[in-house]
């Protein structure tokens, strides 16, 4: 009998020390402590579910790569032209410093993922055409006569076919995106460039990634800087994006137009920021204080 109530007994501290350990259990602090010494909370259920929803939102923003197809075109390597190399970027798209020699790319910004995994590929801007062997090509400047001039073609293009040539009293515009009415005759096309390239957005937080309406006013801008024949020109364009498309614009949902933009299609100067401006304004002051001191004088 003795030897019952001890059996008893012993269950019983045995359940005993089992419910404390589970009571225990229960009671355990999961929160975490950084290297501060600071408590930090345990992330909810909501929270988990609100970070895997925002982890999605970011998947779908990403652009979609094409598949790697089973069979690759045949390329030369970028930069030993050996045969035998295996392209990372799909057609449309061409490979981040595909010419370096062991380098990588400056910063990921812009940059989709290739089909190893790593974010080194870059669509195919305006006027040119990537084959899908990690390079881009130019597209080959028109000789036909009274079409002289480079060809345009859109962003991604795939083929030399995708280069379209400019019809008469017509040219490239800065992009070689679209054919707009002749203006190298009465502008510098380097100057402009480099001016527009200068040019900064409205929004000090986007730097120099400007809209369709805010790089309009910098090429007006600037082609009024070189002389009022080269406004003229660039105006005309800028007149027919402002009045939006007619009737007879086919494709029109695909372009870009000017409809609530501001612009002055004669005289960009009021509202644009610009290096241009600044560097004026900073000579102009410097100038004025040296001649100011040197009347004192």
Not at 239 to 249: A, I, N, Q, T, W
Request: charged letters at 25%; proline letters at 6%; aromatic letters at 8%.
């Amino acid at each position: 009998m003795a030897t019952f109530k001890l059996m008893r007994c012993s269950d019983a501290i045995v359940f005993l020390l089992l419910g404390l350990i589970h009571s225990a259990c229960a009671d355990v602090d999961y929160r975490s402590v950084d290297y501060r010494g600071n408590v930090q909370e345990a992330p909810s259920v909501d929270d988990a579910a609100a970070a895997v929803g925002a982890s999605r939102e970011l998947a779908a923003s990403l652009p979609t790569m094409p598949p790697r197809p089973n069979t690759l075109p045949s390329c030369p390597n970028p930069v030993s032209e050996k045969a035998g190399y295996e392209p990372v970027c799909p057609p449309g798209y061409f490979k981040c410093c595909s010419y370096c020699k062991g380098a990588v790319c400056y910063s990921e910004r812009g940059l989709s993922l290739s089909w190893r995994g790593v974010r080194e590929c870059v669509r195919c801007a305006s006027g040119d055409y990537c084959d899908g062997c990690d390079t881009y090509k130019r597209c080959r400047p028109s000789e036909i006569p009274g079409r002289e001039g480079p060809r345009i073609s859109p962003p991604g293009s795939v083929r030399m076919q995708d280069c379209e040539i400019c019809p008469a009293g017509y040219e490239a515009d800065l992009d070689r995106k679209t054919c707009v009415k002749k203006w190298t005759h009465v502008c510098n096309a380097k100057y402009i460039g480099r001016c527009v390239r200068n040019c900064k957005a409205e929004d000090a937080s986007r730097v120099k990634d400007l809209t369709f309406c805010e790089r309009m006013k910098c090429q007006i801008y600037c082609a009024k800087l070189w002389s009022n024949e080269c406004v003229h020109a660039f105006g005309h364009e800028c007149k027919y994006r402002k009045e939006g498309p007619s009737e007879y614009d086919l494709f029109s949902e695909g372009e870009e137009w000017l409809t609530e933009c501001n612009v002055d299609c004669n005289s960009a100067l009021s509202g644009q920021r610009l290096h241009i401006v600044a560097m004026l304004c900073c000579a102009a002051l410097a100038m004025a204080m040296s001649l100011l001191s040197d009347s004192r004088e």
